[in-house]
């Protein structure tokens, strides 16, 4: 069974920083690169960044470009978002989810982990 745990959420300061967690216990088959993705009460979830599963492609969406980097440690099951100059816009909830590469991350649905909070104060 496939886990997906997030974490590193909090309050900011806008122009601060965090870095989220994704740690990844199970099997996921058929699925080649983990993303993030964000939800607010008022948006449907959006993806914000992706990674292939070599390291080598990585996907940003144009919001977060030049301020967020997406990484991963294989030995620790791990994939990090560190989320530089945050703007109140920012302010969501964030997820992981394994999926499937093609123009971003495709998440595989299903595997959607409880979430961590991003408030970013103005």
């Known amino acids: 069974q496939v886990q997906m745990v997030e974490s590193g959420g909090g309050s900011v300061q806008a122009g601060g920083s965090l870095r989220l967690s994704c740690t990844i216990s199970?099997?996921?088959?058929?699925?080649?690169?983990v993303g993030w993705f964000r939800q607010t009460p008022e948006k449907e979830r959006e993806a914000v960044a992706g990674?292939?599963?070599?390291?080598?492609?990585?996907y940003y969406a144009d919001s977060v470009k030049g301020r967020f980097t997406i990484s991963q440690d294989n030995a620790k099951n791990t994939v990090y978002l560190q989320m530089n100059s945050l703007k109140p816009e920012d302010t969501a909830t964030y997820y992981c989810?394994?999926?499937?590469?093609?123009?971003?991350?495709?998440?595989?649905?299903?595997?959607w982990g409880q979430g961590t909070q991003v408030t970013v104060s103005s």
């Open positions: 199970g099997y996921t088959y058929n699925s080649n690169c």
């Open positions: 990674i292939e599963a070599g390291g080598v492609s990585t």
């Open positions: 989810a394994p999926g499937v590469w093609g123009d971003y991350c495709y998440a595989t649905p299903g595997y």
